[in-house]
T-cell receptor, first 113, second 112 residues
Framework: KNQVEQSPQSLIILEGKNCTLQ??????????LRWYKQDTGRGPVSLTI?????NTKSNGRYTATLDADTKQSSLHITASQLSDSASYIC????????????FGTGTRLTVIP | DVKVTQSSRYLVKRTGEKVFLECVQD?????MFWYRQDPGLGLRLIYF???????EKGDIPEGYSVSREKKERFSLILESASTNQTSMYLC???????????FGQGTRLTVV
């Protein structure tokens, strides 16, 4: 069964600190993995996309990693800011079919001053 | 910039009312999706459409229907709203070319 699991479910960190969010998946055949940021009351917005051949990709203070062998991805946030407070959702796309997006339940990050 | 627009940010409806949620995208994408998002459950697929007048049931279609008369517009219909349909509803439009889902801003529906 295709699944995407994220951890932790929620996280509180001090402003300026780093944190790492985890995503494990069983989706196969794998096409790509995206991390989305969802601010409260808003729709998700894409942060990064990882394909099978990519191990690391950065977008400013966000760095995503992918280990396609162990089917794990992480999102590392450096020097957190208050505006990083949001839900972060891992979405894995299966290679076949029209309905082929699998969502994690998200990690709720709160950055406090 | 791709834009996916949902007709309302917030809606309050009474039990038994018929509710229409509209979604419009401006990038000529074939695939459009309706999800609901509830705390602890993540996004769950209600219906999707891969072409005009085509629709497919997702994981939780009960109590919902959809309409796709034009490529840019995908409507979600609650025939008779119930309190357990209180939720955040998200529309997504998917580009096959760039393999990305673009989301609307969401509609927070409360059924009282």
């Amino acid at each position: 069964k295709n699944q995407v699991e994220q951890s932790p479910q929620s996280l509180i960190i001090l402003e300026g600190k780093n944190c790492t969010l985890q995503c494990n998946y069983t989706v196969s055949p794998f096409s790509n993995l995206r991390w989305y940021k969802q601010d409260t009351g808003r729709g998700p917005v894409s942060l990064t996309i990882m394909t099978f051949s990519e191990n690391t990709k950065s977008n400013g203070r966000y760095t995503a990693t992918l280990d396609a062998d162990t089917k794990q991805s992480s999102l590392h946030i450096t020097a957190s800011q208050l505006s990083d407070s949001a839900s972060y959702i891992c979405v894995v796309r299966e290679k076949t079919g029209a309905n082929n997006l699998f969502f994690g339940t998200g990690t709720r990050l709160t950055v406090i001053p | 910039d791709v834009k996916v627009t949902q007709s309302s940010r917030y809606l309050v409806k009474r039990t038994g009312e018929k509710v229409f949620l509209e979604c419009v995208q401006d990038m000529d994408h074939e695939n459009m999706f309706w999800y609901r998002q509830d705390p602890g459950l993540g996004l769950r697929l209600i219906y999707f459409s891969y072409d005009v007048k085509m629709k497919e049931k997702g994981d939780i279609p009960e109590g919902y229907s959809v309409s796709r008369e034009k490529k840019e517009r995908f409507s979600l219909i609650l025939e008779s709203a119930s309190t357990n349909q209180t939720s955040m509803y998200l529309c997504a439009s998917i580009s096959t070319a760039v393999r990305e889902a673009f989301f609307g801003q969401g509609t927070r529906l409360t059924v009282v």
